[in-house]
Nanobody, 133 residues
Framework: QVQLVESGGGLVQPGGSLRLSCAAS????????IGWFRQAPGKEREGVSC????????YYTDSVKGRFTISRDNAKNTVYLQMNSLKPDDTAVYYC??????????????????????????WGKGTLVTVSS
């Protein structure tokens, strides 16, 4: 059974850090492009950061550049999102996704399109991140 399980969310003060984890089971992450997405109340899901199968190419949405880092540990079949200098606008439910056939011509394309066309990926159920003082 294909499954992705996120963890690491919680309440953090502005300026703080969190590391999200996404453990995969039932399949091997090596063969998939991966991504982190978020959805705030009343807003559409957006691609936060994505990584190609090869790990060479990454994409970050402008609002998180320089603050967030995506990574994966294939030996642990796990994806991570290190989030530093958190802001209240980062408050959202964060989802990880594994994309077997990345759409588009770039990691950015994949990230944007996967956020809209959910059927393109396997999804976790999400973890809530709240940034507040």
């Amino acid at each position: 059974q294909v499954q992705l399980v996120e963890s690491g969310g919680g309440l953090v003060q502005p300026g703080g850090s969190l590391r999200l984890s996404c453990a995969a089971s039932g399949f091997t992450l090596d063969y998939y492009a991966i991504g982190w997405f978020r959805q705030a109340p009343g807003k559409e899901r957006e691609g936060v950061s994505c990584m190609s199968r090869s790990n060479i190419n990454t994409y970050y949405t402008d609002s998180v550049k320089g603050r967030f880092t995506i990574s994966r540990d294939n030996a642990k079949n796990t994806v991570y999102l290190q989030m530093n200098s958190l802001k209240p606008d980062d408050t959202a439910v964060y989802y990880c996704a594994a994309v077997p056939s990345p759409p588009g011509n770039s990691v950015q394309d994949m990230c944007v399109m996967t956020a809209t066309y959910y059927d393109m990926a396997y999804w976790g159920k999400g973890t809530l991140v709240t940034v507040s003082s």
